[in-house]
């Protein structure tokens, strides 16, 4: 007698797990989808119902035969079940109206969105001119051509505004350094900074290419003028803050402008050598007004400035 019940009970869920497939496929299909008869359309009557539990077992038994077993099946996810099993027109509806509002809010950020060679992603294009017009030409997209790849640039994906000697506006903070670390860098790198400015100086009064030292030279000290910046702009608490970012780029301007400068040099061009030359003393400053916000009475004396 068990046995008759459990097999009476499971004819029964078989019957309404049916029933549920053929009321899906009626909502979800026309005649002409997957899930309906190939040609003639199913009509149900109401006004019997042993007409109707028989054109439910027929349409049912049709549908099973289309309905496949998914391929791939979540193990961790008992919920899960086959999609053909679980959406309603309604949530397909849903969805494509959700990813239509989504494209449409999005496009014109996806449109403009780059990446930087830092790997960040921007709202806009990334270009080595952006925010300067006089960056400097040579630098290549993915800023491997540099003496620090980890500047403005690489960050950013934009060039940096030249700083006006003495100016405080730009940048609007300057990171925390404890006046000691600051005090010692300037000790140990303020000679050799002093070095470069000289150095430069003698480029402008320089009209043979063969007397401008490649841009690695050590005689330009642009490799101290990196660690002096370390001393003022970065520490333990803030790493590589984003001012010491663009004490780099000021430095790699110089690097990349001594390189424009030789060239233009050795074609004859004497206008964009002269221009070259100007770009130099203009990074060169910004760089010292920079530092000089971070040095105090304790700390020592500013550093004078390039003309």
């Known amino acids: 007698m068990t046995t008759m019940n459990n097999q009476h009970s499971n ?50 038994n049709r549908l099973d035969n289309r309905l496949e077993e998914p391929t791939f099946v979540a193990t961790d996810l008992p919920n899960l079940q086959p999609l053909s099993k679980t959406f309603t027109r309604r949530s397909l509806l849903s969805i494509g109206v959700a990813s239509t509002t989504l494209t449409t809010l999005l496009s014109p950020l996806i449109a403009n969105a780059d990446f930087t060679a830092g790997g960040s992603i921007v709202d806009r294009e990334v270009s080595i001119f952006y925010g300067n017009k006089e960056a400097s030409p040579s630098r290549r997209n993915d800023n491997s051509n540099v003496l620090f790849s980890q500047d403005n640039y690489f960050k950013f994906g934009a060039a940096a505004q030249w700083i006006e000697p003495g100016s405080t ?14 005090y010692d860098g300037l000790k140990k790198y303020r000679s050799k900074v002093d070095i470069a400015k000289s150095s430069l100086l003698k480029l402008g009064s320089i009209t043979s290419v063969d007397d401008v030292p490649l841009s690695d030279n050590p005689s330009y000290q642009l490799r101290a003028m990196g660690l002096l910046a370390n001393s003022f702009l970065a520490s333990e608490n803030t790493g590589v803050s984003n001012e010491l970012m663009l004490a780099r780029w000021y430095i790699n301007e110089i690097y990349l402008r001594i390189g424009d400068y030789r060239r233009a040099l050795e074609s004859g061009d004497e206008k964009d050598a002269k221009f070259s030359y100007q770009c130099m003393i203009k990074a060169m400053n ?11 009475s304790k700390v020592g004396d500013p550093f004078t400035y390039v003309e």
């Open 169 to 182: 506006d730009f940048p609007i903070k300057m990171p925390f350094v404890l006046s000691q670390q600051r």
């Open 11 to 60: 004819n029964n869920n078989t019957t309404l797990s049916r029933r549920h497939i053929l009321a899906t496929a009626l909502i979800l299909t026309s005649t002409t989808s997957a899930f309906s008869p190939p040609q003639t359309q199913c009509s149900i009557s109401t006004s019997s119902s042993s007409s109707t539990t028989t054109q439910l077992y027929h349409w049912a």
């Open 286 to 296: 910004s760089y010292l007004t920079l530092l000089n916000r971070s040095i105090t």
